[in-house]
């Protein structure tokens, strides 16, 4: 099998001939290749050419055109400040007030900021991996662009004072998704992950998620299915067992479960979703080969009479991490 038809057969629950391994490895790819993390996602061709030398490196089975968590912000009108070394932040927002929205439109991904770039990153790796290895894109989630549009704290004040002007930004946000991802698709992408750390149960109560979420996920991932995505690929970091339950019923195919998720509970809360995760990502930097040797081990046991899993950390693994740890997890599936 290749990579994309192991991943397949996991999410399929079919039987593959390994378990498949993503190392979800963003600016690790840099570092690996000695290039300036402040360069890499501000490129699009220097970005595809580092993810080629990861995935030589280390032989796993997807490749991420994956910048930072800034660009869709960055593309509708916030400032970003750059390092030379770590990834972007945010410095000023789109917008200051929620009574701005009106004069934001979605921003067209083959020109606004740094969306063209990352759309020719995806044309460049599904050229080079074609439909062996899958070719992730990512986009945020609802919550999570919201919250990056006008910042956390005005963001959660206006969702509990002004719930109607919060549906308002949310929708926006849904519509910008859309776009971005479709484009994605387009480009050769054969999913975007979504990626939501705002809408974790550390940051938002769980009841947020099924009142202000749950439906605008549900849209974005129809949109992109109807696209042509292979797959809908959920990434929400952190303690999520009060939410999995809803993730069905989003459309999700892949769920990550972060590290302090229990993988027993998750397995009965989602008994036809593939599970990819849940190593701790700092153990990549921190923890010994042998050990992420005997954690991949251990998951892989716990998942082996059931199928649809994934191994994977629980979210990205760091620049910094050791490359022989990550390669100590891509060797366990062997």
């Known amino acids: 099998m290749n990579s994309i038809e192991r991943i397949n057969a996991a999410v399929s629950f079919e039987t593959p001939d390994r378990v498949p391994v993503i190392a979800q490895i963003f600016g690790h790819a840099a570092v690996l290749t000695g290039v300036a993390l402040g360069e890499y996602v501000r490129d699009g061709e220097l970005l595809a050419r580092c993810q080629i030398k990861a995935l030589e490196h280390y032989g796993y089975d997807a490749v991420f055109a994956v910048m930072d968590v800034n660009v869709e912000t960055e593309a509708v009108g916030s400032a970003l400040e750059y390092r030379v070394d770590n990834y972007p932040f945010v410095k000023s927002y789109a917008l200051s007030e929620i009574t701005d929205l009106d004069s934001l439109s979605v921003p067209d991904p083959y020109d606004a900021g740094r969306m063209p770039e990352l759309l020719k990153a995806v044309t460049i790796l599904r050229r ?24 956390i704290k005005k963001a959660l004040y206006l969702a509990i004072d002004k719930p109607e002007s919060f549906d308002r930004l949310l929708d926006f946000s849904t519509d910008v998704i859309i776009r971005f991802g479709t484009a994605q698709i387009e480009a050769g992408a054969h999913l975007p992950i979504v990626f939501d750390p705002s809408a974790s149960p550390a940051v938002i109560p769980h009841q947020f998620f099924r009142e202000f979420e749950l439906t605008r996920l549900t849209r974005v991932f129809a949109s992109f299915k109807k696209a042509g995505a292979k797959a809908n690929w959920l990434h929400i970091a952190g303690p999520t067992d009060p939410i999995l339950p809803y993730y069905p019923q989003a459309g999700v195919d892949i769920a990550n479960i972060d590290y302090n998720a229990d993988p027993l509970a998750a397995q009965q809360v989602l008994p036809k979703t593939c599970i990819d995760g849940n190593i701790k990502p700092l153990s990549f930097v921190e923890a010994t080969p042998e050990e992420i040797a005997s954690e991949s081990a251990r998951l892989l046991n716990l998942f082996a009479d059931r199928g649809g899993y994934i191994l994977s950390s629980g979210c990205e693994i760091p620049p910094e991490s050791k490359p022989e740890s990550i390669a100590a997890m891509v060797s366990a599936t062997r």
């Open 128 to 151: 080079e991996v074609g439909d062996e290895v899958l070719v992730v894109g990512c986009v945020l989630g609802p919550i999570t662009l919201a919250t990056q549009l006008l910042g």
